[in-house]
């Protein structure tokens, strides 16, 4: 049998018929990108603003969206009418009524990453606070509240002094607030009342599936499962829900009553969290409580 020749370089077939992997190329490993981003052609231009991802960049689109002032807590305790003398129209209206509302605490861009007040309402005894909670009160010298929420501001100019009172002269009459309360529970709740089903029909023969929901979802054709966000029988209500644009009728300094046009979600003796609306023109009044500047009119004088 005579030997095999070896073939030498130029002898090869040409590269194209050659296995890929006798031409592999491979990457050698570093910092740089394998595959470097490539420029989008569809945000350049002097007229387009430069896109940011900074916390910055955030604060600043929503400075439209936040309010001036901070808010304040109430207490719905029902509701009833008013009466116009000259026209007798009958406005029905919810009543509202403030319990010891005081900053607490602040909340800084430079410590949180954005500007918030945090709002006390009520009392309650230091015996049923929690030792971080005693200690959260005692540290910038407030009573222990009952309730607790923070409100939003734009800037450092919403932020009052801590230990202030807010009363019912935070608003005034004629300006719309946005009302925030927990809507009354149902409980458990089928889907015909839920969600609004109209359910199966009385007779031709059904039996004992009147007010069922029915099927809720296709066999082999869906996957055989229940599909993400299908209405189905669940706890209805409690969640908090928003009316915005309530106009405020009267304003009661020294009893803290606050009278709203219409009703809001929740039942009598809840929480409400009251700002000024989103959607109106902000009203023309003082950053700080009329407490705060009642006790600066000494010292005005004195100067």
């Known amino acids: 049998m005579p030997p095999k020749t070896v ?10 018929l050659l296995p890929r992997s006798t031409f592999r190329h491979v990457q050698k490993r570093g910092i740089q990108s394998i595959y470097p ?8 231009g002097p007229s387009l603003p430069i896109l940011t991802s900074t916390t910055a960049a955030s604060l600043e689109r929503k ?20 009466y116009d ?25 430079r ?7 945090q709002v006390g309402s009520g009392w309650k005894h ?32 919403g932020l009052l002094g801590i230990g202030e009172m807010i009363g019912a002269g935070w608003f005034q009459e004629g300006q719309f607030v946005d009302a925030r309360a927990n809507c009354r529970g149902m409980g458990f709740a089928g889907g015909m009342k839920r969600h609004g089903f109209s359910g199966q029909p009385a007779s031709h023969g059904n039996s004992l599936s009147h007010r069922v929901m029915g099927s809720s979802g296709q066999s082999q054709g869906g996957g ?23 106009k405020v ?17 929740g039942p009598d003796k809840c929480i409400v969290k009251l700002q000024d609306a989103i959607k109106k023109p902000w009203p023309e009044m003082p950053t700080s409580p009329p407490s705060a500047q009642a006790a600066a009119e000494p010292l005005r004088a004195a100067v």
């Not at 971080?132 to 309730?147: D, E, I, T, Y």
């Open 63 to 82: 400075a439209f969206t936040l309010p001036l002032r901070t808010g304040a807590l109430a207490i719905k305790k029902g509701m009833t009418a008013m």
């Open 249 to 265: 009728l009267k304003v009661d300094q020294e009893k803290g009553i606050v009278v709203l046009k219409g009703c809001i979600s």
């Open 111 to 117: 410590q949180n990453g954005y500007y918030a007040v």
């Open 37 to 44: 981003p490539r420029p989008d052609r569809f945000n350049l």
């Open 126 to 157: 230091p015996s049923n606070v929690t030792k971080p909670q005693l200690g959260h009160f005692a540290r910038h010298g407030v009573s222990p509240k009952r309730h607790l929420v923070e409100f939003r501001v734009k800037d450092e100019r």
């Open 7 to 16: 073939l030498c370089f130029g002898q090869l077939p040409p590269p194209f």
């Open 85 to 109: 003398t000259e026209t007798g129209k009958r406005t029905p209206c919810t009543v509202l009524q403030m319990d010891r509302v005081q900053v607490v605490a602040h909340k800084t861009r």
């Open 224 to 246: 055989s499962r229940v599909l993400p966000g299908k209405r189905m029988p669940g706890r209805m209500g409690g969640q908090q829900v928003t009316t915005q644009n309530v």
